[in-house]
């Protein structure tokens, strides 16, 4: 027996097989040459598709968008062991063709090595002083939540589409920590930028530009590409401009936000060879920080608003809360930690609405086993954010909406770890912080002044909760009613 024994492994080791064996890779449907297994996947949905593998492949799984590998961490254990435990094996970015058009590997999102480290930290640091610097965002966002109410208030209660004026509020907050000041509702420019920055946030999640990820040569036959590309040229030429006006008053001792720091510091590196303080990195950048910090907080917002009008009972609950704690006086950042039903309201809109469910698609930095699983470096690997945020495992009811996920039984506030919505590890989104502060004041300030309700001859049964998919998953078309309470 131990002579075959021997023999045997010395066939294997001799045949290579050996190798297979200890580099298995995560195992997945057969895929067809060429086409991969593009022909299972419901494009329209991708997200539904890779749950519904992970239930027959596991929690560590590969599938084949067209000849394109790629690995998928499904459920909240996996998804923290590899983001967090393993957070810089998984914490590249896989570049995309589509992504690379756009930010020709310059900026924050869609950049590795060393000039996205500076880029995150740079960024990191200034949002910190213009931003997320607890008193400097919070100001700015007081600012502008009596401009959104007035627009609300101009409907006198009738139904209206929200989705402009939230995402007007939304952008202005970023655009003034970019910029050092917000925009009038009616500029046009400001106008033409957050629709350029919707429609193609939406684009990229098309099923055309999905197939051109997989087929670039494709691109200049598809429409959503031209679109994309388009938009994002007229974006270079107002940005252009927009930076010359700061750069032609700009003054060290004054600094008005992001674009003035890093003209700054460009000039501090005048004389460093390879200095990456250079207009790419710049431009690319303040592209990134917008298009990463409007549409998602309006979004996100814009759920709640529907949430509320479809479960009125929890917005009672909510607005008695805020009654209750802060009566009349404008909501705070201090003030979240004595409103727990309400900030577990708006945890569970996160957590329902699910609106980045693919996350941003990583990619391994070297060759790595994990959970037994061989991967090779610089797969590309999408931690399913989805599974995790709808995780059986660690959510009571996870397809229903349920602020009791976030609270115990005498009613406090409890953080939960599976709560990802902002992703985790190395790559973990960058404004959190602010995000979480406009969403709560935000939608305190919002409940505070208006009762939400949907329009007459709808009823709450009727307002539709099936996201329209794009990049991020965003609410339907719809209307709402916000009644004055005061
Ligand atoms: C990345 C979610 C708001 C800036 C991300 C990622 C997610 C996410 C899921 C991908 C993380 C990963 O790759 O693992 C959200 C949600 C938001 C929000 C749900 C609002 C509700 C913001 C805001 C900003 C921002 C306000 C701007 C200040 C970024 C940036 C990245 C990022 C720059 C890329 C980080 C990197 O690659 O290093 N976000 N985000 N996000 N987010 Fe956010």
Request: proline residues 6%; hydrophobic residues 40%.
């Amino acid at each position: 027996l131990g002579a075959m024994l021997f023999l045997l492994v010395l066939y294997l080791f001799y045949s290579g097989s050996w190798f297979e064996v200890r580099r298995a890779e995560p195992p997945g449907p057969r895929p067809l040459p060429l086409l991969g297994n593009i022909h299972q996947m419901d494009l329209k949905k991708p997200h539904h598709t890779l749950c519904e593998l992970s239930k027959k492949y596991g929690s560590v799984f590969t599938v084949h968008f067209g000849p394109k590998k790629v690995v998928v961490l499904a459920g909240y254990k996996t998804v923290k062991d590899a983001l967090v435990n393993h957070a810089q094996d998984f914490g590249d970015r896989d570049i995309t063709p589509m992504f690379y058009d756009v930010n020709e590997g310059h900026g924050i999102i869609f950049s590795n090595g060393d000039s996205w480290k500076e880029m995150r930290r740079f960024a990191l640091t200034n949002l910190k002083d213009f931003g997320m610097g607890k008193k400097g965002a919070e100001e700015k966002i007081l600012e502008e939540i009596p401009k959104l109410i007035e627009v609300f208030e101009k409907f006198g209660g009738k139904a209206f589409d929200p989705t402009q004026p939230v995402n007007y509020a939304a952008s202005n907050i970023i655009s003034s920590i970019i910029y050092g000041s917000r925009f009038e509702y009616n500029d046009p420019q400001f106008q033409g930028m957050v629709e350029r920055d919707n429609e193609t946030t939406h684009l990229f999640g098309s099923a055309s530009i999905q197939i051109y990820n997989m087929f670039p040569r494709l691109g200049p036959w598809l429409k959503n590409w031209r679109s994309i590309m388009n938009n994002v040229e007229i974006n270079k030429k107002e940005l252009k401009e927009l930076v010359q006006g700061l750069r032609e008053t700009l003054n060290p001792q004054m600094c008005r936000g992001f674009v003035d720091s890093f003209l700054i510091r460009k000039q501090e590196d005048a004389n460093t060879v390879d200095s990456l303080y250079h207009e790419d990195n710049l431009m690319h950048s303040v592209f990134n920080l917008f298009g990463a910090g409007s549409e998602t907080t309006s979004t996100t917002i814009r759920w709640g608003l529907l949430l509320m009008a479809k479960y009125p009972h929890i917005q009672d609950l909510v607005q008695e809360e805020i009654t209750r704690v802060i009566g009349g006086h404008q909501p705070l950042v201090e003030d979240r930690k004595n409103l727990p039903y309400t900030d577990a309201v708006i945890h569970e809109i996160q957590r329902l609405a699910n609106i980045v469910p693919m996350s941003i698609p990583h990619a391994t930095s070297r060759d790595i086993t994990f959970q037994g699983y061989f991967i090779k470096k610089g797969t590309c690997v999408i931690p399913l954010l989805t599974s995790v945020l709808h995780d059986e495992g660690e959510w009571e009811s996870p397809q229903t909406f349920n602020p009791a996920h976030f609270l115990d039984e005498q009613g406090r506030f409890i953080k939960k770890e599976a709560f990802m919505a902002f992703s985790a590890g190395r790559r973990v989104c960058l404004g959190e912080s602010l995000a979480r502060m406009e969403l709560f004041l935000f939608f305190t300030s919002l409940l505070q002044r208006f009762h939400f309700s949907p329009p007459p001859g709808v009823t709450e049964d009727d307002l539709d909760l099936t996201p329209a998919v794009g990049f991020t998953l965003v609410p339907l078309p719809h209307q709402l009613c916000a009644v004055s309470r005061v």
